[in-house]
């Protein structure tokens, strides 16, 4: 990652935990979406986690925005978190099991 898009991300990490701590609001909705067209139809499918945001960013010279997201059920940041921790977060898996299943369906 280069310099300036890790301070830039960083950058975002300090303004989103400025603006909780003025709303007071934590809570943020990740949301991925996979889209597939078959040369008739669009075809969307979306997985989503509620997370919490800190009031400061948690860990520093982490991975993008991992320093903020703390899932609902959870006390640690990902950037906290083992790599094989982060992996029962993923929102991909589930995503392509959706996409793989649509495709193997009569």
């Not at 903020?68 to 099991?97: D, G, H, R």
Request: charged share 25%; net charge negative.
């Amino acid at each position: 990652m280069s310099t300036n898009k890790r301070c830039f991300s960083h950058m975002w990490d300090k303004n989103i935990t400025e603006i909780v701590k003025i709303t007071e609001n934590t809570k943020c909705l990740w949301r991925s979406i996979l889209g597939y067209y078959d040369w008739n139809n669009e075809h969307y499918f979306e997985e989503s986690l509620a997370w919490n945001i800190p009031k400061y960013p948690r860990w520093n010279n982490w991975y993008d925005w991992d320093t903020i997201f703390i899932p609902n059920w959870q006390n640690s940041t990902f950037a906290e978190m083992s790599p094989e921790e982060k992996q029962n977060y993923a929102l991909t898996k589930p995503l392509y099991k959706q996409f793989n299943e649509f495709l193997n369906t009569d």
